[in-house]
């Protein structure tokens, strides 16, 4: 069962690693066609019946940061602006 828990563990940060990889490239506006990995992901997790929303690492912020992206029917039940600002 360990061995299991193990392989399970080294295969979910492989993963984890690839996908973070693909949220935070630099990508050059010649090479726009890098984002259809991310937003492949992005639908997978997306169209999930369970799923709301994602929460991906902030480029701008040096991934110091999070973006988090919200099925629109979602945020509009659940959310609502108190305030915006520049």
Known sequence: MRETLGLDFNKNLL???????QFTQI?????????KIS???TRFFIEAPRVVGIIYPSIAANSKGVN?????EYADS???IDSAGI
């Open 27 to 35: 990508v050059n506006k010649e090479e726009d066609w890098k984002y």
């Open 78 to 80: 659940a959310f609502q």
């Open 68 to 72: 988090f992206a919200f099925k629109p």
């Open 39 to 41: 937003i492949a992901i």
């Open 15 to 21: 993963i984890d690693n690839f996908i973070t990889e």
